[in-house]
């Protein structure tokens, strides 16, 4: 848990965070998983979308059942 919140303060005190600015918006510049790449992190945010749909359905399926 200390490791959780120490990051999250890192988070919160390393960059500037005014309006407009890229870490107000929540982008802190972490790409290991999305691209920088504006076609690749539109084909992957795409796929997040589509898995989450899938897992939405299959949970409504399990309810059904």
């Known amino acids: 848990w200390g490791q959780i919140?120490?990051?999250m303060a890192?988070?919160?005190v390393s960059q500037e965070q005014t309006p407009g600015s890229d870490?107000?918006?929540g982008d802190?510049?972490?790409k290991v998983l999305t691209s920088s790449?504006?076609?690749e992190?539109?084909?992957k945010?795409?796929?997040e979308i589509?898995?989450?749909r899938l897992a939405m359905m299959a949970i409504i399926g399990m309810f059904f059942q």
Do not use: I, Q, S, V
């Open 5 to 7: 919140l120490a990051y």
């Open 10 to 12: 890192f988070c919160e």
């Open 23 to 25: 870490a107000y918006a």
């Open 28 to 30: 802190f510049g972490f």
């Open 37 to 39: 790449d504006p076609a």
């Open 41 to 43: 992190k539109t084909k």
């Open 45 to 47: 945010l795409n796929a």
């Open 50 to 52: 589509a898995n989450g």
